[in-house]
Structure formats: structure tokens, C-alpha cells
């Protein structure tokens, strides 16, 4: 799915997003972190940002929220558990509803791959991504690729390219099946130079699952099911969480899943030592990862929050004042 035909500073996918975006989305999140808080404020001054979510969320919808008003922005929520959606009006409607209430700029989630498309055409307002079902999760992979660049020694961060990720190999484990973090991270991290090693179980890692869409499969995205091998070759260990709202019937056995995939502090130091270790959140505790992993020197997971709050600023002034972001890029 390509994004051109939807307004500018819509960010729907990672796929067709060119480095010198990547590299000015960068460039502007760190700007924007260093301007004094009164600066900040006054960039999306008065500004309409819709938040309009249909599946549940804490880190990107609050940090989209708390990025907006850092900016300046009126900030307004709509879910679907409290609001016109569970009396059956469709996403087009609700999206005219609030174009009409003066929503600049709308940011969702949606249960449905392909549904911040939908939106953004029959607005034509610029659409942030928030997740869409299984599809993507672009912010989520532009903060976990500044996480990266911040925590793994000796990239060199000023120079956003082909190469600056290369020699880093990312593992991602889990329920890769249904995952739009796993998705968006294997388009986006390839194009700027690292591997992205697969690993999991067949039910939640199907052999073909690279055929599914995983686009740049030059051999920088590949499947290793036996997780310690994977470990061994990595620089980053990025766990996920199984999504059982999204498995429809299909059994897991979690003991067994445990014994196998679970990152934990005796297969931390056996096999990754020094391994970056990342989650998007929501984490389970006890399940695809170890408390004691969660909350050791290693873990960077708290930095992925603050980063997503960072890098959400720079894509709602890039959303919302294309002449803004181009004075916070240079
Ligand atoms: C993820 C999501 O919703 O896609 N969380 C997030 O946004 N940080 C992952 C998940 O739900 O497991």
C-alpha cells in the first residue's frame, strides 16, 4: 500500500517512507526535545489533534496525547467503548465528525489492517498510524530504531543512511504472526543496514510468514527458530507478547513456549550478555519475558517509552506544519 494520494505528513506505513524522511523525522525529534518547554508550546499553538482509537492502548495513545500538548495542540479522545462507534456508525462517519468539529489531524488505531487508508481518504486530513490489526505500527518502529541508535555502542548516529545499522543484528521473538510491531520493524530496520533475525514457534511464526509482506527479504530478514542460537548472533533481543486476542482458536502450549522462547536472566547471560533487550509493551511478566530481564541494566524498555514520546512530537508537527518541521530538520 503506497501513501502518496493521502494528505502530506500522514504517516500510514514504514514501507514507502524514503531515508531522508527517516532522517528528518530524526532530526526533528531531537530538535524539538532540546527546545525549551515554551517553544515547544507554541509550535502546534491551538491546533486540532483527534485521537480516535477502537483498540486499547497506553503508551501510544498517551504519548501521542501528552506529544500533542507538549506542542500546544486541543487534544480530544474518542474511543470506541464510550462513544457513537457502539451504536454502529461507520469509521468514515466518525472521521467526518470530527473533520467537522475542526480536527486537523486525526491518529488511530483500528482492529482492521488497512483502516487508517480508509480514513485518510475520506477525510483527506493526514492520518497517524497507531496500529492497524496486523498490518503496521510506524511510530512504533521509528521510536524503536531511535531506541536502537541511543543504546547499541558505536553507530554513528549523525549519518542516517544504508549503513548505519550495519553489523547490528535485531532478534525479534514471539508471536511475529500477529504482530504489527514485528511488521513494521522488519520493513523499516533493513532499510538502514541491520538484520532482522525471526524467531519463534511455527504456530506464531509461519514458514512462509516472510512471503506475507515482509518487504527487503535481500537475506536481511530471516527465520531462526532455536531462540539461543539466535541470542548468540544478537544486538538487540526485541520480545513479544503473545496476542491472544488476536490467535482465534489457536492453541498454544505456554508451558512449552516458556521452556523455549522465554527471555530470562540465565539465557540472558548464557547467550546475550550484552544484548540490548526491548519490548513494546504491554509486557507479560513471567511469559515471553522475565521480570528480572525486564528490569535489568540491559533493558531498555522504559527508554522506548520516552523515546515514543519524542519521536511522536516530530511526526505531529510533520503531520500538521510541514513549514514547522522543515525549520526543526535543518
Ligand atoms: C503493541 C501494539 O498495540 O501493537 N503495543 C504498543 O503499541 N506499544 C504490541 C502489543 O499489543 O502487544
Known sequence: ???????????????????DEVAAILAATERIERMAGADRARMLAGRRIALLFYESSTRTRTSFELAAKSLGAITTLVSDKSSSIEKGESLKDTGLTLRALGAECIILRHANSGAPYLLAKATGLPVLNAGDGMHEHPSQALLDLRTILTRVPGLNTRRIDAKTLAGVTVVITGDILHSRVARSNAMLLPKLGAKVLLCGPKELLPEDALGLGFVGNTGSVEIERDFDKALKKAQVAMMLRIQRERLAGLELDVADYIVRYQLNEERLMGSAPDTVVMHPGPMIRGLEIAGEVADAPNSAIEDQVRHGLAVRTALLVRALGLGGFESVTS
Open 1 to 19: 500500500m503506497k501513501t502518496s494520494g493521502y494528505a502530506a505528513g500522514s504517516l500510514l506505513t514504514v514501507a514507502d517512507l524514503p531515508m
